[in-house]
């Protein structure tokens, strides 16, 4: 389910019970299972879900409900909260200095948009005044040097690889060298995509990762994987230090369920969103207005 017919779903869901003349728990519990259904179907983790449905239950009083406060009221701020408190872990990212050096690494599945995102997120900065590099650490996957060459040459981003070098540790340590030396405030590397099952890549993603001790690690995560969401986030999370999400493709057919269960999985804010192929399709992701269009 997209977001705008997630937002519809949940508001029928609360107008059908504000038009309700008594509100008693069946009326409740209908439009809580109204609720329910829309963001099942948009992918959100089937226990966050449930959680979110028994905390309401708790906040929400049947007695003011029928004292005739405006029920639809109560009930979207209850959800609201609730959604919120989820994609909200209480402690922010780390953000880049400029003028200092800082590492960030991407990781995530094959496919997910990383290398994309790596030019995104640099080109983002890049127009905000910090001097970032590229380093491709990902000798797994043939043509990924090249992908993040050609992005990085279109915006102009300095960038650091290997066709022959194949191992990423040494790579990742390399590029990370240089650019300090040329004092680059945002050094991003690059890490090889994996699927889930491969321990040998979680393996060296942790490698890379002792080895040029970045200040971030990004966990980048195709918004369209579904159900499958919490438990990838939190294969990479168990590998690596993972301190904030962006999720890509929230155009098009994107849900906006996966956000949810990235960030309870991982602990870590999202803190971009990639809205298309192109570089500058990539938007800052901020909770409220994000819950506010999810509710319609
Ligand atoms: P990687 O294997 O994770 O490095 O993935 P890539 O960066 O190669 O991206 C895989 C595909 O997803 C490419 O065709 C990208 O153009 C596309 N892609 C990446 N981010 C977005 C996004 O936000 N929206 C859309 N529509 N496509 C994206």
Redesign the pocket.
Known sequence: MVLAQLGGSISRALQQMSNATIIDEKVLNDCLNEITRALLQSDVQFKLVRDMQTNIKKIVNLDDLAAGHNKRKIIQQAVFNELCTILDPGKPAFTPKKGKPSVVMFV??????????CTKYAYYHQKKGYKPALVCADTFRAGAFD?LKQNATKAKIPFYGSYTESDPVRIAVEGVERFKKENCDLIIVDTS?RHKQEAALFEEMRQVSEATKPDLVLF?MDSSIGQAAFDQAQAFKQSVPVGAVII?????HAKGGGALSAVAATKSPVIFI????HMD?FEIFDVKPFVSRLLG
């Open positions: 995530g599945l094959q496919g997910s948009g990383k290398t994309t995102t992908q995509g980048v890509t493709k929230m155009d098009g990639g809205t298309g192929e399709e």
